[in-house]
């Protein structure tokens, strides 16, 4: 027999099965209309060699990998008809733009951008909110983001530009490279990046740098507030000077002091001095931030 | 004719040729020739700017389109009409451009200033005024004007990157008001001026999107 409370929980476990029902109905006819207003394109260029490459996605990821051949592959999903791709491609040089049309908001305007490029062509990228990637490249990297995080790894013997305001930055395997790295407020990590020049600023973010600071290069890293933080093996040969105007300074890698220097160093705030050969130039600077210089295990 | 003469009637001159007086004054006058010929170039040169920077009519079809959509503004009164960008607001564009090259400027002096500063600091010492200071009087003006045409969420990230470099702008001019023999506030100061640059920089390269 049905008690009076059996039968209000009876009704209430019903009440609410069919609300869950209805929530995977309407989630599933969501999600279908979603995928159906996707469309896939591809577009497909033969270039020669030094070819330039750039993709302007306003909003949404762009994957840049190499092609094994003189192709440009380019595979856009836009989110929705809101949303389309201009492509403009004269002699050598391939452009594909988003573009927003009316109606688009931020839940439709997005455009996934899968690229493959000769590796040995110059890319530019740039996205609002990325993802940025690129990878295995020989030729320039130009990239620029908002809040993009960008991931650039495996490049040698190119230029290797990113400008980001708060997008975090990680450079990976960079090798003969001349990277110059600018972002306002996104933290900067550099794991094993060579190169004759190495530049890198940032106002509030943190950098850190692991590797061996190469032969020969000349290494700048700056941040107005934000720490700094380099770990080197013991073997690396390198000339190191690191300053912080009001933070503190701490290092924990064997250095020899140096005969000159062109300014006296203070006591926690600063300091200098070389290791193997001093092959390579590193001047770490932060206004308030705090540096620190240590040997990996 | 005199060359004052001439120069008064020198704007027809530059998209049409000179004729009676005018063209035996132009024959004859080497500097009103030369003037005239600089002031063509000047001119073909701009008029291939504007063509390059013009987006095409398709563009200002969706613009419209969407400020309708969005009531701030009427659909015109003719058919066919479209919406055209006003000279304004065409400037804007190249009016970020422009303060992105003074900030660029800014930290480049900032710089060389800074290299005349160590090589006669012996004898110049407490003189140097912190080069910055002027610089960013302007800058919560020429801030507004940049935010003015972005959506609120690139509004937001833009403030909040703008108020971080102007903070580390002052920061380092506080710094240098102290001790204006300061080489590394100095240095701060102009990687801060950089740093603002690349927030014009990439604020005008994502109008351009």
Redesign the interface.
């Known amino acids: 027999m049905d008690t009076g409370v059996n039968s209000g929980l009876k009704k209430g476990h019903m009440s609410t099965a069919q609300r869950v029902g209805t929530f995977v109905v309407v989630a599933v006819t969501s999600l279908s209309s979603l995928a159906s207003a996707q469309t896939k394109k591809e577009f497909k260029y033969t270039v020669g060699s030094g070819a330039t490459v750039t993709i302007a996605n306003e909003y949404g990821p762009v994957i840049v990998k190499p092609s094994s051949n003189n192709q440009v592959i380019v595979i856009a999903t836009t989110q929705s008809d809101k949303v389309e791709v201009d492509e403009t491609r004269n002699g050598d040089r391939v452009l594909l733009r988003s573009h927003l049309l009316p109606g688009a908001t931020p839940t439709n305007r997005s455009v996934d951008y899968q690229v493959q490029i000769p590796a040995d062509a110059s890319l530019t990228i740039r996205s609002t909110n990325g993802p940025l990637h690129a990878e295995q490249l020989r030729g320039d990297v130009t990239i620029e983001g908002d809040s993009a995080p960008v991931d650039v790894r495996d490049i040698s013997n190119a230029h290797v530009h990113v400008n980001t305001l708060n997008g975090p930055i990680t450079l990976a395997n960079i090798r003969f490279g001349h990277v110059e790295v600018n972002s306002i407020g996104g933290d900067i990590n550099l794991l094993s990046v060579t190169g004759p020049l190495v530049a890198v600023t940032s106002t509030t973010g943190k950098i850190s740098y692991n590797g061996d600071f190469g032969i020969g290069g000349d290494y700048k890293m700056s941040t107005h507030t934000g720490n700094i933080e380099a770990v080197v093996p013991a073997d690396a040969s390198v000339d190191v000077t690191a300053r912080s105007v009001r933070g503190d300074v701490e290092n924990d890698f064997p250095l020899h002091p140096k005969a000159h220097t062109t300014f006296l160093p203070q006591k926690g705030r600063s300091f200098v001095g070389t290791a193997g050969q001093a092959a390579s130039s590193v001047l770490l600077r932060t206004f308030s931030g705090k540096i620190r210089l240590k040997k990996s295990q | 004719m005199t060359c004052s003469e001439f120069q008064d009637i020198l704007p027809e001159m530059i998209d049409g040729d000179a004729v009676g007086e005018h063209a035996v004054h132009l024959k004859a006058c080497s500097d009103c020739s030369e003037l005239v010929s600089d002031l063509r170039a000047i001119s073909s040169g701009a008029k291939l700017l504007c063509a390059d920077d013009e987006p095409s009519p398709r563009v200002w079809a969706?613009l419209q389109?969407?400020l309708e959509?969005e009531g701030l503004i009427h659909a015109p009164s003719q058919a066919g009409g479209v919406l055209l960008p006003s000279r304004r607001h065409r400037a804007r564009w190249v009016w970020v451009g422009s303060i992105a090259a003074v900030l660029a400027i800014a930290a480049g002096l900032l710089l060389q200033k800074h290299e005349s500063a160590r090589s006669q600091s012996a004898v110049n010492q407490g003189s140097t005024v912190p080069a910055g200071a002027t610089a960013s009087t302007t800058e919560d003006g020429d801030d507004e004007q940049l935010l003015a045409d972005m959506s609120p969420?690139?509004r937001s990230?833009?403030e909040?990157?703008l108020k971080?470099?102007n903070s580390?702008i002052h920061?380092?001019q506080a710094?240098l008001a102290q001790d204006p023999d300061?080489d590394?506030?100095r240095?701060?100061l102009q990687?801060?001026f950089?740093?603002k640059a690349?927030?014009y920089?990439?604020a005008m390269?994502?109008s351009m999107?």
């Open positions: 969706n389109r969407t959509a969420t690139a990230i833009y909040e990157n971080s470099v580390s920061d380092a710094t300061n590394d506030a240095l701060f990687d801060a950089h740093q690349m927030v920089e990439l390269d994502r999107q």
